[in-house]
């Protein structure tokens, strides 16, 4: 071996010269969708393509005796109005449920209602006409004989004997149903020297991404090809499932996805009426177009959260906490959705409370019920903001009642730093965590005396700020553990396929998808660095699922610890097989040799030897001047897949300074800061936007954002003015830091970032309300915090 | 409102003659009729501010508006200012500081925060905060896009940051 080789082979990829890991450079191809030139799915056109507008029902909970379509099918431009009942000879129903979720229950679901409807906004007809307005003016003469029934809301009282039954087939209305202990959880409470109890409820609320869900379904009858194009996290996802009801095979089935105009979980899921509009192509012939409007996201769109979840924390006078009880009840909707099932976020809490802290003793009970309600499932952070509320409002409640500061009860809580690898009393396995590091620079970060200071100031004269404290751990990089193992046939590998054209640039294929995360650029970044070329010169496409390999997509803070490490390794292949024909034509060996700037260069002094693209055009024009033997492979794929831990764990903690104006219960958000720790970064810049974005989603669900139903299972505020969402003039700067712990199972290092921001900031901000109000003497432990539940609370109105 | 009605205007510099029915609102039609897709459509009820164009030198949601009721007036759209250059290192901001992700609200945040900067050429954060405050942003959580638009503001007054 010459002392080349050795320097090649132990310098990390990740430190050559021209690296793009660690540093913030700008997204590529930002500027089609800064001059309005990207293709979102709603901006397409495809010859003879139709226009779908469903029917929904008005009612919760409904019988349909009847559906006379005659009066709207002679309208102008109806192409055809559609039944449940008829399109179900197009496309079968599916049920929700996943079989390690031991005892998910539930019903089938269709595409379009048939017989019974179950929740307010649930497709009855389809009228697919030549423009979208022919398509409502249609369906308001669709006339439906509904015979209402007894609708389910209140999940307090979803299991009671004498409340209906949704579906009769499955004898009640409990959807699922977990418990869990650990340790010895009564003799700890028994030893404690304080036990807190309180209840903590959130709001059921919605991604409201700025995009509507949208699809272009076009079934070719002369290539017997359906092409979907959708924006959708999960392209191979959809495939599969689109095949399978639709009784085609995957090779049958492409999924295209364009730009996507918003994500964050709502597009992870197959929704009834994207089935409909696949089904509506094929039996039509021609491509189909749905765009949810406004109203429709709101109706139809999966909610999340809604959980109302009593807790219990032991505690001793030295801020020893001794335990964690809890118990969780959640209502879904009528539907566990599709494929991914609604019972996962109640399975999360469990799995997550008590998950930053020492302390081995921790019973849990979920139960997630049906309701006459939209649909719930999976939405950004999933159970995290939950876990984090709950746990993190007991700890402060702790913290309270033996006198003790919240930053001193975590420090004495939190698990150590050196402590890993470890488990927590759930029995999730954590590699490397770094609550102290991160509550550290926190502290720092904020001048955390400094702003207790103030605060003390400032009560003096009557103004009432708090700070709020919140740690947390977030789920990444998931293994198959997530969905492969209970038979969802959702792929938790990813693959990157990457090779150098003739002019020396490089075309990088990927099965992760981007929505503005910055998947492109990372995995751009990626190549570049492991291979030698500038970034400029690496065009990554993502979403085809005719033209990547095959894998699992963006979602569940996966893209970069997952499909990065697919790049990586993918191009460490391609970099050697370029570095085997550049040692043949410059009579020299690979170990000798590297690649520095799109350039083949002697690996000891950097002396430039073969342009990459003269290298190029003697392999793929003159490869008749190659040495005998010689046969290039200038493209290289690999593939990842996590299987040391089923998920890698990051950290992190948030804190939240507020005032509270106790006379209109308005909460002013002053300043917000974060420490996470994502593992190796890859872009600053993008990891910082990630944790800022997931925190505002957090803040409105903290203080904005619920669907507020009537006692009928009516959605009483579908609409984007009366139900709030944070603008730019209530959100604060945002500071962000970072402790980087690499996970050891990748050779990249990186953890996901994407929900971290979202996991913990509505626990900060509530904590920092109840710190505000602690003079009044006042706890709140309910989100949103409206100036009407703060006011309330107050006793003021 | 089945009949069609003439209309005649100027969209980004082009003059435009279209017959249009009553109710075409005027997103609809830069989008469907003209297919100046860089106008989005994010709520259709005017909260979102995913629509916002120039009519006449002034931003509107082009959702509460009519077609017919831009007859003889001057529209201009994100792909209008892009290629005049007009927010050419507004956009170049946006870049540097990554102040978009999925990119669905921003054309209409370029098009209110020209907006801004053409009113008031020193706007401070709250202001800058204060005039987005029509315009809705899921991904960035709007500290990058306020980055964006100071650095903008004193690059045009010749204090770069």
Not at chain 1, 442 to 449: C, E, P, R
Not at chain 1, 474 to 482: G, I
Request: negative net charge; contains cysteine.
């Amino acid at each position: 071996m010459t002392s080349a080789q050795e320097k090649s082979e132990t310098l990390s990829a990740l430190d050559r010269p021209n690296s793009y890991i660690g540093k913030t450079v700008p997204r590529p191809n930002l500027d089609r969708l800064m001059q309005g030139r990207g293709l979102y799915v709603s901006d397409m056109e495809l010859p003879r393509m139709a226009h779908v507008v469903f029917l929904r029902s008005p009612h919760a909970h409904a019988k349909i005796n009847g559906i006379d379509t005659s009066v709207a099918k002679q309208m102008p431009g109806v192409i055809a109005v559609v039944s449940g009942s008829e399109l179900s000879t197009v496309i079968t129903p599916w049920v929700g449920v996943l079989s390690h979720l031991k005892g998910l229950k539930s019903a089938p679901q269709s595409a379009i209602a048939v017989d019974r409807v179950c929740w307010q906004g649930e497709a009855v007809a389809a009228v697919v006409a030549s423009s979208r307005a022919q398509a409502e003016d249609a369906a308001e003469l669709v006339l439906v004989d509904y015979e209402e029934l007894d609708a389910v809301t209140d999940m307090r009282t979803a299991l009671d004997p004498t409340t209906a039954l949704i579906h009769a087939s499955l004898g009640d209305n409990l959807a699922f149903e977990r418990n869990h202990d650990a340790g010895a959880v009564d003799q700890a409470f028994a030893e404690s020297d304080e036990v807190v109890e309180a209840e903590f409820v959130f709001g059921r609320h919605t991604g409201v991404t700025l995009e509507p869900r949208a699809v272009v379904a076009d079934w070719n009858a002369a290539e017997a090809r359906l092409t979907i194009y959708q924006g959708t996290q999960a392209p191979h996802m959809v495939q599969n499932i689109a095949a399978l009801h639709l009784g085609l095979k995957e090779s049958q089935v492409r999924v295209v996805c364009k730009d996507v105009g918003g994500s964050f979980g709502i597009k992870v899921h197959i929704y009834a009426d994207e089935m409909a509009t696949y089904a509506l192509s094929k039996l039509l012939r021609r491509p189909v177009k749905f765009v949810a409007d406004r109203v429709e996201s709101f109706n139809t769109d999966i909610h999340a959260r809604d959980h109302r979840c009593k807790g219990k924390i032991g505690v001793k006078r030295d801020g020893t906490i001794t335990a964690f009880e809890i118990d969780d009840l959640t209502g879904i909707g009528p539907y566990s959705m599709y494929p991914r099932t609604s019972a996962i976020e109640a399975n999360q809490v469990v799995n997550l409370v008590g998950g930053p802290y020492v302390t081995r003793n921790y019973r849990a009970r979920a139960r997630v019920v049906f309701q006459n309600k939209n649909v719930m499932c999976q939405y950004r952070a999933v159970g995290h903001p939950i876990a984090c509320s709950v746990t993190e409002g007991l700890v402060d409640l702790a913290a309270m009642k033996i006198g003790m500061d919240p930053i001193e009860i975590r420090r004495r809580n939190l698990i150590a730093d050196d402590a890993y690898p470890c488990a927590s009393p759930s029995g999730l396995r954590f590699e490397q965590l770094s609550h102290h590091a991160a509550l550290a620079k926190l502290v720092k970060m904020m001048d955390y005396d400094a702003l207790r200071a103030e605060q003390a100031a400032l009560r003096a004269k009557n103004i009432h700020r708090g700070i709020g404290i919140a740690s947390f751990i977030e789920v990444t990089n998931p293994s198959a553990a997530f969905y492969g193992v209970g038979g969802a046939k959702i792929s938790s590998q990813d693959g990157v396929a990457v090779r150098l054209d003739a002019q020396g640039s490089v075309i990088c294929q990927t099965s992760i998808t981007e929505q503005g995360q910055g998947s492109e650029s990372l995995t751009a970044q990626i190549v570049g660095s492991v291979l030698g070329v500038s970034m400029d010169r690496v065009r990554v496409i993502l979403g085809d699922t005719d033209n990547t390999p095959y894998g699992g997509g963006t979602w569940a803070s996966r893209g970069a610890g997952i499909g990065g490490e697919a790049a990586l390794q993918a191009t460490k292949v391609l970099r050697k097989n370029i570095l085997d024909v550049a040692a043949a034509v410059l009579q020299s060996t690979p170990g000798e040799l590297d690649i520095v700037n799109n350039g083949v260069v002697n690996a000891i002094d950097g002396t430039p030897r073969i342009d990459l693209s003269e290298l190029a055009r003697i392999v793929y024009f003159r490869p008749d001047t190659l040495p005998p033997g010689i046969q290039a492979e200038f493209m290289a794929t690999r593939h990842f897949v996590p299987r040391e831990y089923p998920f890698a764990f990051t950290n992190g903690v948030q804190a939240s300074w507020l005032e509270v104006d106790t006379d209109t219960g308005f909460v002013k958000l002053l300043k917000h800061w974060v420490v996470e720790d994502c593992g190796t970064i890859i872009n600053p810049q993008l990891v910082d936007e990630q944790i800022r974005g997931g925190v505002v989603q957090g803040l409105g669900a903290a203080l904005f954002e619920k669907c507020v139903y009537d006692e009928r299972g009516q959605l009483t505020n579908a609409n984007m003015a009366d139900y709030l969402v944070p603008m730019s003039g209530e959100m604060p700067d945002i500071d962000v830091g970072h402790v980087v712990s690499p996970t050891l199972e990748t050779e990249l290092g990186a953890k996901g970032a994407g929900e971290a921001g979202t996991a913990g900031a509505a626990a900060a901000v509530t904590n920092a309300v109840n710190d505000a109000l602690r003079p009044l003497g006042t706890i709140i432990t309910e989100i949103p915090l409206t100036p009407q539940v703060i006011l309330t609370a107050l006793g003021r109105i | 409102m089945t009949t069609a009605v003439a209309i005649s205007l100027v969209v980004n510099g082009e003059h435009v003659e279209a017959n249009v029915l009553p109710r075409l609102n005027l997103a609809d039609f830069l989008r469907e009729h003209l297919e100046l897709t860089g106008t989005h459509v994010g709520c259709e009820h005017g909260v979102c501010g995913a629509c916002t164009v120039r009519l006449n030198g002034d931003i509107v949601r082009s959702c509460l508006l009519l077609a017919v009721q831009t007859h003889n007036a001057t529209v201009e759209t994100i792909e209008g200012v892009s290629d005049s250059g007009e927010i050419a290192d507004l956009q170049s901001a946006f870049r540097e500081r990554n102040a978009l992700q999925c990119g669905f609200c921003t054309p209409g945040m370029l098009m209110a925060a020209q907006d801004l900067l053409k009113q008031s050429p020193c706007p401070g954060r709250e202001q800058i905060r204060e005039h987005l405050s029509g315009n809705y942003c899921r991904c960035t959580g709007y500290q990058a896009i306020v980055d964006a638009i100071e650095i903008t503001a004193r690059a045009r007054a010749g204090r770069l940051p």
